[in-house]
């Protein structure tokens, strides 16, 4: 193997360690306390949806480089009207995605969703929001 093909596989593998060790380092096993919360609640939420968690599970699927889909169509399908929109979007407050080093966004998680999701993705989360008399993104 030329001296130039290993110097480029230990930097790659020194790269990725990094990376893993970033992720493993600064991801969100503990639970998140977001800051600023969105505006108040109103109306009566669906019982049994902890907004927290689903919150947190949308951090997970947007922090990071890329998006898992399956986790934020899930959510959005818990949702049932707008108290339970509103409910969401204070638990997840405000929070900062990265993408390796680099912060991507920070805000709240209706900013999350536009710095997420391409054009037809954003249109396929409205489709949702709008079939439960949701606010759209």
Partial sequence: MEKKTKIILIVSGVLVA?????????????PIVPTNGGGATTGT??????????????????????????????????????????????AYGTRKLTCVFTTTYEGGLQGAFRSEL????????????????ITSL
Wanted: aromatic share 10%; hydrophobic share 40%.
């Fill in 45 to 90: 939420t669906t019982a049994g949806l902890n907004f927290v968690d689903l919150s947190g599970k949308l951090f997970t699927a947007f922090d990071g480089c890329g998006t898992t889909n399956d986790v934020w169509r899930n959510v959005l399908s818990q949702l049932n009207n707008q108290a339970d929109w509103n409910a969401l979007n204070k």
């Fill in 18 to 30: 990094g990376y893993a060790g970033y992720k493993l380092l600064f991801s969100s096993a503990t």
């Fill in 118 to 133: 391409s054009e037809s993705e954003l249109g396929e989360a409205n489709a949702i929001l709008a079939s439960k008399n």
